[in-house]
T-cell receptor, first 113, second 110 residues
Framework: DSGVTQTPKHLITATGQRVTLRCSPR?????VYWYQQSLDQGLQFLIH???????AKGNILERFSAQQFPDLHSELNLSSLELGDSALYFC????????????FGAGSRLTVL | EDQVTQSPEALRLQEGESSSLNCSYT??????LFWYRQDPGKGPEFLFT???AGEEKEKERLKATLTKKESFLHITAPKPEDSATYLC???????????FGGGTRLMVKP
């Protein structure tokens, strides 16, 4: 157990739907990162939050949004889902806002049918 | 654009057959080179961070080395339990995200 908790572990939904993935960082960590991993793309950076503020954005689609709450947990919202959004979504946390070792959660596997 | 490239994409070894994985990067002003191990269906697990050319770090059968343009992960006398995907990553120039390579899928046969 890495200390980073992601829910749900698995999610199956239909095209056009909206889902929310949740992440609780390790105790004491202020940064949360979201990554998408699909078979043909590898690990792709989506977004980074530090202590509630957005710090960096990767190639995140406009249909996707995220936020980090005052208790430091984070949610990734995916809307108007397409088949190509099927992937593993990982959350990682670190203690500060700078680059250091990231601790990853077990991921949320999203299947869009 | 910051790039991290790993080779080979896949590597099959017999148990005990040593080999090396390569990670090349184009980020200027390197702020660290990270190695992770990922088992199927699980999140990446941190192995090493290297910060300067010539630096080496070891853990059991794994040794990571760093030059100015690339890093190697040497696997000595691997065992089947070393089978996994090995990922390397480097921070971008702004230092606010990690860019990952595509990974090397290692399979060690008994």
């Amino acid at each position: 157990d890495s200390g980073v908790t992601q829910t749900p572990k698995h999610l199956i939904t239909a095209t056009g739907q909206r889902v929310t993935l949740r992440c609780s960082p390790r105790s004491g960590d202020l940064s949360v990162y979201w990554y998408q991993q699909s078979l043909d793309q590898g690990l792709q950076f989506l977004i980074h939050y530090y202590n509630g503020e957005e710090r960096a954005k990767g190639n995140i689609l406009e249909r996707f949004s995220a936020q980090q709450f005052p208790d430091l947990h984070s949610e990734l919202n995916l809307s108007s889902l397409e088949l190509g959004d099927s992937a593993l979504y990982f959350c990682a946390s670190s203690a500060s806002g700078g680059i250091e070792v990231l601790t990853f959660g077990a991921g949320s596997r999203l299947t869009v049918l | 654009e910051d790039q991290v490239t790993q080779s080979p994409e896949a590597l099959r070894l017999q148990e005990g057959e040593s080999s090396s994985l390569n990670c090349s990067y184009t980020v200027s002003g390197l702020r660290g080179l990270f190695w992770y191990r990922q088992d199927p269906g699980k999140g990446p697990e941190f192995l090493f961070t290297l910060y300067s050319a010539g630096e080496e770090k070891e853990k059991e059968r794994l040794k990571a080395t760093l030059t100015k343009k690339e890093s190697f992960l040497h696997i000595t006398a691997p065992k089947p339990e070393d089978s996994a995907t090995y990922l390397c990553a480097s921070p971008n120039n702004a230092g606010n995200m990690l860019t990952f390579g595509g990974g090397t899928r290692l399979m060690v046969k008994p």
